[in-house]
């Protein structure tokens, strides 16, 4: 069920419908990333690095090139920063795609099935900016535990794994169930959620398709949803 719905997902990520949602994903979400990189950049530049400098007035001339290795130095950090953001990032982008994801699915899929009510704006903003927040300490105890050789890896994507499934699967499941009614849904389909979760995660660890990794998950979650409402039902 869990394979197939990921399946089923990635497939959908290069059809027609999907294709204008594509481009404005991965739009919003490089634009995103280059103004978090180019703003705290010049920060380090016009403020730290000054700041630091002041301690060191004895510096030769020749030393001068500390500054531009600094530089370097802090750039390359920045962009693995950056690396890290992508998971939480790509969770507060997702919520102005997930419904539109949803509705061409469930109507191309499953047309003799009830479309389901979009979120309003603001509930969905809610929703994303909390998760957005979970993501973020999550990851903060991801790069902690990254000193921890063994343990770094599995916790990227049990955190992740949890995270990223039950705000996607939440996502799909409120537009067809009230919100007391999808939290009970979700405990009841925890482990399925989990193990969904833990594919997107590993979608978000790969170099480039992570950028992708709104549209997936929307995909994803919507056909994971189906398919347990139907196992439910049965």
């Not at 004895?58 to 290795?69: C, H, M, R, S």
């Not at 982008?93 to 009830?114: Q, V």
């Not at 979120?119 to 790069?143: D, E, H, Y």
Request: hydrophobic content about 55%; proline content about 5%.
């Amino acid at each position: 069920m869990i394979f197939d719905a990921a399946y089923r997902a990635f497939s959908r990520l290069f059809t027609p419908p999907f294709r204008s949602m594509l481009w404005k994903a991965l739009s919003a979400t490089l634009l995103l990333l280059a103004i978090l990189w180019f703003s705290l950049r010049e920060l380090f530049l016009y403020y730290v690095w000054p700041f630091l400098q002041q301690y060191m007035p004895d510096f030769p001339d020749w030393a001068g090139w500390l500054g531009f290795v600094a530089v370097i130095v802090f750039s390359v950090g920045l962009a693995l920063l950056m690396a890290l953001l992508i998971a939480p990032i790509t969770s507060l982008i997702g919520g102005y795609f997930m419904d539109d994801a949803a509705e061409i699915i469930e109507k191309t899929d499953y047309p003799d099935d009830p479309v389901g009510v979009a979120m309003p704006l603001g509930r969905s903003l809610v929703i994303s900016l909390k998760f957005l927040a979970l993501s973020i300490v999550g990851n903060i105890i991801a790069l902690i535990l990254y000193f921890f050789p063994g343990v770094n890896l599995f916790a990227f994507y049990v955190i992740n794994g949890y995270l990223l499934g039950r705000e996607y699967f939440e996502f799909a499941a409120c537009r067809h169930r009230t919100e007391a009614d999808t939290r009970q849904f979700y405990k009841q389909n925890a482990i399925y959620v989990f193990c969904g979760g833990v594919i997107i995660a590993l979608f978000v660890s790969v170099p480039v398709l992570n950028l992708l990794t709104p549209l997936f998950a929307a995909a994803m979650m919507t056909y994971l949803h189906k398919s347990l409402s139907k196992k439910i039902s049965q």
